[in-house]
């Protein structure tokens, strides 16, 4: 299993890193935006929460969705929490890691429809901005979920498939400093 540094020096945006996605009863070994090119079927979320997710994830990270976010997440939920790579764990969110991203969706939807009386789909671009901002507040909550640590953990996994990479790197302006260089050549 690969730890979450090598991901992030592999990189996740059509880089050489792969991740195994159950497709027709085998398996196969894809880069997230690969699986996400093929449609590879959701294993742990529902298609509403896959998008939603994916949504979100975008509009903290542009490009998020294009990369593969939500087949990232969507794969690392079904892993054992031991060898999950989603940043929830390092933040010392306890496993389940499914209950704990299945339970922030909702609530996300749910703070959308007290804000603006409507879900987060369809939300213009005004309102989903201030919705994030709104999650982005410390402390929080919608009922007992803490939807600021929601946030700051999608926020991570999104950036880390967008940025985690050289290339994205070069996109900020930031050189590209490993400690030490993966020996194989960038593709993403």
């Not at 992030?8 to 792969?18: D, Q």
């Not at 085998?26 to 949504?55: D, F, M």
């Not at 979100?56 to 990232?72: I, R």
């Not at 926020?155 to 400093?177: C, W």
Request: proline share 6%; glycine share 12%; hydrophobic share 45%.
């Amino acid at each position: 299993m690969h730890t979450r540094r090598e991901f992030l020096k592999a990189g996740a945006g059509g880089a050489t890193l792969t991740l195994a996605f159950s497709v027709g009863g085998g398996l196969l070994l894809l880069t997230p935006a690969e699986a996400r090119v093929r449609h590879v079927p959701w294993s742990s979320l529902t298609v509403s929460e896959a998008e939603l997710l994916q949504q979100l994830a975008e509009a903290l990270a542009p490009g998020a969705a294009e990369a593969g976010v939500g087949h990232f997440v969507d794969q690392q939920l079904g892993v054992d929490p031991d060898d999950c790579m989603l940043i929830a764990k390092y933040f010392q969110v306890l496993p389940p890691y499914l209950a704990f991203y299945r339970s922030g969706l909702a609530a996300v939807s749910a703070l959308a429809g007290q804000s603006f009386g409507k879900g987060v789909d369809q939300l213009d671009a005004a309102e989903l901005n201030e919705l994030i901002g709104q999650l982005a507040r410390p402390g929080t909550r919608v009922g007992s979920i803490d939807v600021s640590m929601f946030y700051l953990c999608l926020r991570s996994d999104a950036v880390d498939v967008v940025y985690g990479t050289p290339k994205g790197f070069e996109r900020l302006g930031v050189p590209y400093m490993a400690h030490i260089m993966p020996p194989e050549r960038w593709h993403g």
